[in-house]
């Protein structure tokens, strides 16, 4: 067994909201140590190649830092994670990467022990999967004792799944790694939202045969990014994508999917057989509580979203704090983004220095916010 790292607060996660975190209790004087499971931004990391935010990149800046971009445009992944590094050599954060916390505790005589594994990658993307499927009993890397925890765990884990036969098969896939491994072939595409409209699109641009189902009757425009609707509208008026409304998929076979269509909810449901090479499942993901329950957090709503002071982002247990999108538990709409959790950091540097906002903590930008529900 290591030696115990004792440090003030442990910040588990080096997502850009960790970060944050890291900076704002640094301009308050108070230690900190960092881990994060994967890489730097690991959560970027699972991206499809050159997918670009939604939000504009003055939104997503963290740490002081201007975010710019050559064509003043919205970033990629790959430019967000070049981007954290420079913030981290620019503040100093020395986060500890690819060190995953496993087990965390509350101690008898106060503060937290937490404990790690090395690890491969972030938590998240289709490698976590491969390590959910082959998780042994590696050996604790290291220790800590913290008199204070953030979870800045973010909530993409794993995929939201459907629960349908064939669901492992090995051309079907939660995640959207790009298009080029998709020239040529015949691509069903489940979901409505941003993912899968993105996808499709890319797919489609990249000479492969796109089939959508979606279990709505139309797309939803507030789901759906204001410049990708027009096109995926257009294409699928031409014919160009087929689109399947108002379906669900049943089962999956190696070079087809069966997919059930409900009508109007009156009649009788009719399944439909459609031919595919690939299937691109783009339903969502959800959060690993884990942590959370092994700390007994108190969680709320079918989301399980931790309950948190909404002034210091404290949680149920006194002295563990909750920022970014882990607040927001296994949502179905994103409530929270990076835009909306900058706050997150401050609340909670505020609380553990002392209350009120200290005056060496710099202050936030000031974007536009977008409210939480
Ligand atoms: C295609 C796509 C487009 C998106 N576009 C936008 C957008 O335009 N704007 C926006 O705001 N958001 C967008 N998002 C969501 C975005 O990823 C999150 O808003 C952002 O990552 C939240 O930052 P975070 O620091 O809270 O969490 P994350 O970035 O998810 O960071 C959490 C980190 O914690 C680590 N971690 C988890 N558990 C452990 C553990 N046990 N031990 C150690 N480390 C751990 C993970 O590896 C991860 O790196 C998009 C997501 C996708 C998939």
Redesign the pocket.
Known sequence: MTDVIETDVLI????????EVAWRLKGVGVACQQ????E?????GW??PN?????SPE??AICGVPLVTADQG?CT?EQYRDYLRAVAVQHDLRVRTF????SIARLDEGGFEAH?ER?E????GVDEIIRTMAAGNAPVYRRYRARRVVL??????RPRELGVSGESLPHVSHYFEGPHRHFGRRVLIVGGK??AV?AALRCWRAGAEVTMSYRGSKLDEKRVKYWLRPEIEWLIERGEIAWMPHTRVVRIKPDAAHLASAGDGASKEEEREVPADDVLLLTG?VQ?S??FDQLGLELVTETRRPRLDSETQESSVPGVYV????CAGSMTR?T????N?HVHAERIAAAIAGGGTPEEAPAAPEYGVLEES
């Open positions: 588990v996660g080096g997502g850009p909201i960790g970060m881990v994060e499971a994967g730097l931004g690991a959560t970027f991206w499809a997918t670009r935010f939604f939000s939104r997503i919205k992944g060190e995953r916390v496993v790690t690890s990658h972030g938590v998240g800045a765990i973010g909530n993409m884990h941003n993912s993105e993901y690993d884990t942590l920022a970014g999108t882990a994103a929270v983004f990076i835009e959790a």
